[in-house]
């Protein structure tokens, strides 16, 4: 019964992303959608109760350590690790580990950025 159907080939819709003869995705269509990046220091548990007597001056004890990496979240997934510096009175991230990808050229980042000197800075969120 199959046998009888016919189709057209099929070709990419309009703005559809390109993959390249490598396999990879072309990344270039992607360069300018916004993303939101969270630095996050550490998580807790703690009762419904505890969490509503919270006020002014409560101190909040979390999982880790001081002198230990914080994590940077891209959409609330972890993709580096880095030191919380302090930048013209603002927090930043000093990147020291990227998760579970290969390392990108600073001339790539550049590329993708043609005003930017170099790579771009971070901000927590």
Do not use: H, W
Request: proline letters at 8%; glycine letters at 12%.
């Amino acid at each position: 019964m199959t046998d009888d159907l016919q189709f057209d080939d099929l070709q990419p819709a309009p703005g559809a992303p390109v993959v390249g003869s490598d396999g990879r995705l072309d990344l270039e269509r992607l360069t300018d959608v916004k993303v939101e990046l969270t630095v996050e220091v550490g998580r807790t548990r703690m009762s419904l109760g505890e969490a509503l007597a919270l006020g002014p001056g409560s101190v909040v004890t979390v999982d880790r350590l001081a002198d230990k990496p914080v994590d940077l979240l891209c959409n609330g997934r972890p993709i580096a690790r880095g030191e919380v510096v302090v930048i013209d009175e603002e927090f930043g991230l000093r990147i020291t580990e990227v998760i579970g990808a290969e390392p990108v050229a600073s001339t790539e980042l550049a590329a993708a950025d043609p005003g930017a000197g170099g790579p771009p800075a971070l901000e927590a969120a």
